[in-house]
């Protein structure tokens, strides 16, 4: 009986079996069937999916994309344009190519696209109205008169808000070559292409220069660190302010050098020290008895040495420094600003003959004097001046004189102040008539005292 039932389940597995086999047979022919006018799965003709579908199918298909085909041109300085179907009457032209590729996919093995893909490229024909196409070619944005430009060599630009120097790069411009152009947007339309560079095509007349310019870089560079120096004078007692937008006015750029324009920055100090110095100038002036002068300047005053600070500007923009400082000065004053008398002065009335020395806007000392001879031209002349020097026990020498003196004190040439011990009297009318040959004749004690507190540049104010 167990021998009967084990037969009976070894022939039940076998039919089962059997019919599973048969019944896979019929649908593995059945799918072949299907196959036999029906592209394989994954079968990929120029790039579209035409998997499952028939050679006729694929046509239609593609009559649907070439109702939305346009062509994308792509060109320089994102400057794009499309041409679209309607403007060119394209119709594509078909070939038995999709019917050959269905020819050569055995249906028998359509099992093999489940485990890669069929790929074809074949090329697409179309048709088109050559006139319209021609016409709407001259009609792109690449062929208008207003977007052409020349090209145009690397160059160095200072831009102000960044206060830089910055190397623009070249531009090869946007000169279409008409015929290659043309040749290539037709093989577009032709080859049904969405989207062709221009630049890649070599449609342009001028390449891309794509190496960037190491010379001008190093100038670049160099240039920069001109302009980041910034320099802020006290020019007596104004504020000046030297930075980068005044100093790229004076940068020269040349083919292989960058320099700086010396006669701007000379007419920089020129001007400035013309507005700020004080030497030369008429000054106004209080006297101690209350008058309001004006005193023309002689050797006294504020004076920018000119070339000295031309030199040291010239120095530190090169070296791009950052500092605080005075110009070169070949003369100063007591004090900065237009006032640069101060309070401590020598004030001289040659009318009255009669001096005042002043420390910290306080009388420290008066006196007599007798100045310049007027009777025979030797007046003492008016105006404001700074001590020269001062020293002891001079020889003051003349045409007709020769003249020991204790303190002597010149502040206008070889006018000075000094001691005159062989007068007995000072003051009143004498130099009308018995004055001296222009200089300050003092007693001795006053003159000792004056020359205690003067120092060279010590202002010194002569009027009448």
Aim: one cysteine or more.
């Amino acid at each position: 009986m167990e021998i009967k039932k084990k037969s009976v389940w070894k022939k039940l597995i076998i039919v089962t079996l059997i019919s599973c086999v048969f019944l896979s047979a019929i649908t593995y022919a059945g799918f072949a069937m299907f196959f036999s006018d029906h592209y394989y799965y994954q079968t990929i003709i120029n790039g579209s999916d035409y998997s499952y579908k028939t050679p006729m199918e694929a046509e239609d298909m593609i009559r649907q994309q070439l109702q939305t085909y346009f062509l994308e041109v792509e060109g320089r300085e994102s400057m794009n344009d499309t041409i679209m179907l309607a403007d060119i009457e394209v119709e594509y032209i078909f070939t038995d190519t999709l019917l050959g590729i269905k020819q050569e996919q055995n249906p028998a093995f359509w099992i093999l696209g489940i485990f890669r893909k069929f790929s074809y490229d074949i090329p697409q024909l179309v048709e088109y109205n050559e006139d319209m196409l021609e016409e709407r070619i001259q009609a792109l944005a690449f062929f208008q008169s207003d977007n052409i430009k020349p090209p145009n060599a690397a160059y160095i630009s200072y831009f102000e808000e960044e206060k830089k120097y910055t190397v623009v790069k070249s531009s090869p411009g946007t000169e279409i070559i008409k015929g290659r152009t043309e040749e290539v947007i037709k093989d577009a339309v032709r080859n049904m292409e969405r989207k062709i560079n221009l630049e890649e095509m070599e449609c342009y007349k001028f390449p891309l220069v794509v190496k960037e310019d190491e010379v001008l870089k190093k100038l670049a560079d160099q240039a920069n660190q001109y302009v980041s120096a910034k320099i802020t004078y006290n020019w007596n007692g104004s504020n000046v302010i030297v930075d980068a937008d005044l100093i790229s006015e004076w940068v020269v750029l040349e083919k292989n050098k960058v320099s700086l324009d010396e006669e701007k920055i000379r007419e920089f100090v020129v001007e400035r020290s013309k507005e700020n110095d004080t030497y030369g100038k008429n000054r106004m002036f209080r006297t101690s008895d209350g008058r309001e002068l004006e005193l023309r300047s002689g050797a006294y005053g504020w004076r920018t040495n000119r070339e000295a600070e031309v030199e040291a500007l010239i120095a530190a923009v090169q070296n791009g420094e950052i500092l605080e400082k005075e110009p070169e000065y070949s003369f100063t004053a007591a004090q900065s600003g237009k006032d640069d008398i101060g309070s401590t002065y020598v004030e001289i009335d040659l009318g009255k003959q009669h001096l005042y020395l002043y420390v910290d806007g306080e009388v420290v000392l008066e006196s007599d004097f007798v100045s310049g001879n007027t009777s025979r031209g030797w007046n003492t002349p008016a105006g404001v001046f700074g001590l020269t020097y001062k020293t002891k026990n001079a020889v003051l020498r003349g045409e007709d004189y020769e003249t020991p003196v204790n303190y002597w004190m010149p502040f206008n040439g070889n006018i000075g102040m000094h001691d005159a011990t062989w007068r007995g009297t000072f003051g009143g009318e004498i130099y009308q008539t018995n004055g001296s040959h222009g200089c300050i004749n003092l007693p001795l004690e006053n003159a000792k005292i004056i020359y205690e507190y003067l120092y060279t540049g010590f202002p010194v104010v002569c009027y009448y």
